[in-house]
Nanobody, 128 residues
């Protein structure tokens, strides 16, 4: 089993920044590609970004490209999501997820079924 615990969410004004962390335990962290998704009430969980297990390839949703940066520290078994220039529409519960695979396409990283483990989520609220 793999356990994922997100932290770092909170309330921030538009234009501000937050850094989310996702600590992973239970298996070899370096074997997993790590993704971030977000969800608002009544809507589907949407892809935000994924970093491949090697750390060499990243994918981003168009809505966050240029503002969000994903990174992973294999020594700390942690994946990070640095969010800058936040907008009210970024308000959501953010989830990290682990996938035991190497992604090569934009389609595959967006498919929730490719992720085997999920965290409990952390709330991010951006006020206008």
């Amino acid at each position: 089993q793999v356990q994922l615990v997100e932290s770092g969410g909170g309330l921030v004004q538009a234009g501000g920044s937050l850094r989310l962390s996702c600590a992973v335990s239970g298996r070899t962290f370096s074997a997993y590609s790590m993704g971030w998704f977000r969800q608002t009430p009544g809507k589907e969980r949407d892809f935000v970004t994924t970093i491949n297990r090697s750390g060499g390839t990243t994918f981003y949703a168009d809505s966050v490209k240029g503002r969000f940066t994903v990174s992973k520290d294999n020594n700390k078994n942690t994946v990070y999501l640095q969010m800058n220039s936040l907008k009210p529409e970024d308000t959501a519960v953010y989830y990290c997820a682990a996938a035991p695979r190497y992604f090569t396409t934009n389609t595959s990283v967006r498919d929730l079924r490719n992720y085997d483990y999920w965290g409990q989520g952390t709330q991010v609220t951006v006020s206008s």
